[in-house]
T-cell receptor, first 115, second 111 residues
């Protein structure tokens, strides 16, 4: 049981390049989330998904796209990277429980630098 | 939207000391979690505590939802407790688990 895994762990991009971050969970969780963490700050929600085939915007969605084609995977895409997207990206998952959401479990993070 | 404020922002302790971290939130919540982010950046779940009191070893947490605050107690602190402690809440108007994070409390435990 690996929990929540993220690929890659580190990446350096040039401005304008594109990339996809992969999040995978093996806990059969319905809900998945992408957050970003900037220095000295808490995490902010980018996009989330409440089930396979669904996605929705969070607090800071601009410049990102997501897809949830399979229940266990949640992909975060940057179409044209900008230096402002330099950050640490965390994926998380949780399970709805009796109308409420249960504990969120986080992946190890992906450190992205855009030059 | 809901505001989440943590205090103090920074805390330095000698090993063995006790501490209390506070999280205030501005509206009703469905979910409240405490996390520890270790020096390597990993986020570790400490408590899922939308209300009531829980204990896990040297750590305990209390959430008083009606008064909109939560407290995290660390007793007999150890150097491995160092890192950033985050409080995160799901607004009561949400049912999708979206968490709003506070700015964190940075704890340094000195040997």
């Amino acid at each position: 049981n690996a929990g929540v895994t993220q690929t890659p762990k580190f990446r350096v991009l040039k401005t304008g390049q594109s990339m996809t971050l992969l999040c995978a969970q093996d806990m059969n969780h319905e809900y998945m989330y992408w957050y970003r963490q900037d220095p000295g700050m808490g995490l902010r929600l980018i996009h989330y998904s409440v089930g396979e085939g669904t996605t929705a915007k969070g607090e800071v969605p601009d410049g990102y796209n997501v897809s949830r084609l399979k229940k266990q995977n949640f992909l975060l895409g940057l179409e044209s990277a900008a230096p402002s997207q330099t950050s640490v990206y965390f994926c998380a998952s949780s399970y709805p429980l009796d109308g409420f959401t249960d504990t969120q479990y986080f992946g190890p993070g992906t450190r992205l630098t855009v030059l | 939207g809901i505001q989440v404020e943590q205090s103090p922002p920074d805390l330095i302790l000698q090993e063995g000391a006790n501490s209390t971290l506070r999280c205030n939130f501005s509206d009703s919540v469905n979910n409240l979690q405490w996390f520890h982010q270790n020096p390597w950046g990993q986020l570790i779940n400490l408590f899922y505590i939308p209300s009531g009191t829980k204990q896990n070893g040297r750590l305990s947490a209390t959430t008083v939802a009606t008064e909109r605050y939560s407290l995290l107690y660390i007793s007999s602190s150890q150097t491995t407790d160092s890192g950033v402690y985050f409080c995160a809440v799901e607004p009561g108007s949400s049912n999708t688990g979206k968490l709003i994070f506070g700015q964190g409390t940075t704890l340094q435990v000195k040997p």
